[in-house]
C-alpha cells in the first residue's frame, strides 16, 4: 500500500495507526482486502461503529462492509463446548470477584464518605448477590443449595471474609441503620436496599424450594440428615 507521498504502509503496522492513516489522509481504498477487514473488525465490533460510518470512513460500498462483517462472523465463530464453557464460568466468576474487591476498597478509603462507603458496600453486596444467582442458573453450586446458606462465601483482597446469606441480610440491615443515622436515607438507598433484600428473599426461597423438592423425592436421605 501507499500514500500521497508515495511512502509504503508496511503490513506490520497495527489497525489503529491504518486507520489514522486514513483519517490523516491515506487513501483507503489502497488497502489490501486483509487490512480492510481488520478495520471493519475493530471499527465494528470493537468500537461499535455503524456500516454507514465504516464504508465512509473506509471509501467503500456498505455491502463491502457487510460481507467483510460476514466473513469475520464466519472466522471468528466460538465452538461451544464443555471446555468453553468452563472457562467463560470461570472468566465471569474472576471478573465479578474483581469488582466486589475494589468495590469493597472503596469502602474503606479513609477520605471516603458515610454515603460514598455506604454506596461501595451495596455494589459489593449486590456483586455477591449477582453471582450466586448466575451460579444457580448456571448450574454450577451444588445440587443440595440449603448447604449454601452456611458453607457459600467469598473473600475480599484474600481476607478470610466468609459472607453467608444470613451475613448479607444483616449487613443490609446494619446499612438501612447507618443511613438512618448518619440522614442519608433517600428514596435511592430506600430503593436500593429494598431491591437487595427482594433479591436475599429469592435465592433463599430457590434453595427451600429445592430442598423440598429434594426431600420428596429422596426421603430416606432426608431422614438421615435430620437424625444428624
Known sequence: MKNDDGDSLKESRTVISIIQSIKNGLDAKSLSPENRQSCVELLYFSEGQTI???AELL???EKTVQRDIKELRKRN???INPEFSKQL?????????????YLMRLARLKDATIAEKISAEL?????????????????????RPHQIKGEVYHHFDGEDADISLEELKQTVLQIEQVTKEAGTFDEK??????????????????????????????????QEERHE
Not at 89 to 101: E, G
Not at 197 to 214: H, L, Q
Open 52 to 54: 454507514n460510518q465504516i
Open 59 to 61: 471509501r467503500c460500498s
Open 77 to 79: 465463530v466460538i465452538e
Open 89 to 101: 464460568v470461570s472468566d465471569f466468576y474472576y471478573r465479578s470477584t474483581n469488582h466486589a474487591n
Open 123 to 143: 455494589g459489593a453486596c449486590k456483586v455477591f448477590l449477582d453471582l450466586i444467582e448466575k451460579f444457580q442458573s448456571f448450574g454450577c453450586l451444588p445440587s
Open 189 to 222: 438507598t430506600e430503593i436500593s436496599l429494598r431491591e437487595l433484600k427482594a433479591r436475599i428473599a429469592k435465592v433463599e426461597i430457590s434453595m427451600d424450594v429445592t430442598t423440598f423438592t429434594n426431600s420428596l423425592t429422596n426421603p430416606t436421605q432426608q
